[in-house]
């Protein structure tokens, strides 16, 4: 009796692994099964940093890219924290170079130097411009844009009177916060309308100013 009941017993398990013709649901995979490329779906596995996720982003003192001046012919060029000397007040941005508004014409001019000149890492821009009023002056002046993350934000400015070209300017100089400026004007005596002296004149940009340093001038005739 005792035989027959093991036999019965025995013939009703069935496959042990559950498979086709068991009648019983596949058994599920264990903690330690591998998946599908031999890595195991359980149990602790170091995490390993993907290629896009250990890559650093650079941070808030990362320099950036220099200004070119082609950049200035659409920047900003007065606002609430630079009030350009010569200049009607409010708001001015250039637009391909120019603004004009309440008869002034305000007008970058091509004269302009790439160059260090706020004390950061970035590479700031001085131009000078022109502003042309309703009579016959003519007033230059010099602006500084700072390098805000590529961006040109007018910082400094300096005027340099009525009709006084500017010819070259130079924000390389090694010296901090330094520009080097060539412009022709004119002595104490001499006609409004006539330029006789090149002057070459080193700026330092202290925030919101251009402050002049030195000058060395030179005879000059048109």
């Not at 006609?191 to 090149?198: D, E, G, K, L, M």
Request: proline share 10%.
């Amino acid at each position: 009796m005792a035989l027959s009941l093991a036999s019965l017993t025995v013939g009703c398990q069935g496959p042990e692994d559950g498979g086709e013709g068991s009648g019983s649901s596949p058994r599920k995979p264990s903690a330690t099964s591998k998946a599908p490329g031999g890595r195991p779906t359980g149990g602790k596995e170091s995490a390993k940093p993907s290629p896009t996720t250990s890559k650093k982003k650079p941070g808030k003192g990362a320099s950036a890219a220099a200004l070119s001046c082609d950049q200035l012919r659409n920047a900003e060029l007065q606002g609430p924290s630079l009030r350009l000397p010569d200049a009607p007040e409010g708001g001015i941005a250039f637009t391909d170079g120019r603004w004009e508004g309440d008869g002034v014409a305000v007008e970058l001019q091509p004269q302009c130097g790439i160059g260090d000149v706020t004390g950061d890492p970035a590479a700031d821009a001085v131009a000078a411009v022109k502003v042309t009023t309703g009579g016959t002056g003519r007033f230059y002046g010099l602006v500084t844009w700072r390098n805000d993350g590529g961006t040109p934000v007018p910082a400094a400015a300096a005027s340099l009177g009525d009709r006084t070209p500017v010819v070259s300017i130079d924000a390389s100089t090694p010296a901090p916060r330094q520009a080097t400026v060539v412009y022709l004007t004119r002595g104490d005596s001499d006609p409004a309308a006539v330029v006789t002296i090149r002057r070459t004149a080193v700026y330092r940009v202290a925030e919101p100013a251009m402050t002049e340093l030195r000058h060395s001038d030179a005879p000059y005739t048109p």
